[in-house]
């Protein structure tokens, strides 16, 4: 299972982002995709989640109303589309999938494989 994660950078309040996540070695379409994220002296914490039906959604309280997660399960990419960034959005975005396939989970004990991160840095 490989994750690569793309779409950090430096960006100011207020600004939008779309990050992106490319999946291989495993049946993309049939795994729940999340994102986390974790700051400097934070523990990871979960942002927003899809199901492989691209039925179910969650997301953190902190980012519901800015953040959209989507995915397109012929690119085997999921995406986190995040608008109206705030300073406290700054951390390492992580994405993940779950340890068995067609299975639901918020926390980071429900995911098994992790891809490498990227820094996402807002401004004030």
């Known amino acids: 299972v490989q994750l690569q994660a793309s779409g950090g950078g430096l960006v100011q309040a207020g600004d939008s982002r779309q990050l992106s996540c490319e999946a291989s070695?495993?049946?993309?379409?049939?795994?729940?995709m999340g994102w986390f994220r974790q700051a400097p002296g934070e523990e990871r914490e979960f942002v927003a989640a899809l199901s492989w039906d691209i039925v179910t959604t969650a997301f953190a309280d902190s980012v519901k109303g800015r953040f959209t997660i989507s995915r397109d399960n012929t690119r085997n990419t999921v995406y986190l589309q995040m608008n109206s960034l705030k300073p406290e959005d700054t951390a390492i975005y992580y994405c993940a999938t779950t340890r068995t396939a067609r299975t639901w989970g918020t926390t980071p004990g429900d995911y098994d494989y992790w891809g490498r991160g990227t820094q996402v840095t807002v401004s004030s």
């Open positions: 070695g495993f049946t993309f379409s049939t795994y729940t």
